[in-house]
């Protein structure tokens, strides 16, 4: 069984930065796409952005791109979600999740999710 644990939520002003934490517990975690979703209040969970299992395909939602950066280190079985000029938009429980290949905003293709970490960005 594979478990995600998210840390590094909480509240901010608009314009700061956050890095958010996803621990994979997984003897092969390398082999494991990553994807971080996010859920507004009353919205659907949505696609934010996603990593391949080396680091070297990354793909972000058109609201966060050019602000949000995610990566991973694989000798630490983390993936993470740097989050820069953060606005009151960006309010939502932040998700990682593990899928077996590549893919993207498709939240059927990630088998393991974590447990959510919120984020509130105040203005």
């Known amino acids: 069984q594979v478990h995600l644990v998210e840390s590094g939520g909480g509240l901010v002003q608009a314009g700061t930065s956050l890095r958010l934490s996803c621990v994979v517990s997984?003897?092969?975690?390398?082999?494991?796409?990553m994807g971080w979703f996010r859920q507004a209040p009353g919205k659907a969970r949505v696609f934010v952005a996603s990593i391949s299992g080396s680091g070297g395909r990354t793909d972000y939602a058109d609201s966060v791109k050019g602000r949000f950066t995610i990566s991973r280190d694989n000798a630490k079985n983390t993936t993470y979600l740097q989050m820069n000029s953060l606005k009151p938009e960006d309010t939502a429980v932040y998700y990682c999740?593990?899928?077996?290949?590549?893919?993207?905003?498709?939240?059927?293709?990630?088998?393991?999710w974590g447990q959510g970490t919120q984020v509130t960005v105040s203005s």
């Open positions: 997984a003897r092969t975690f390398s082999s494991y796409a």
């Open positions: 999740a593990a899928s077996i290949y590549y893919s993207k905003q498709y939240q059927g293709d990630y088998v393991y």
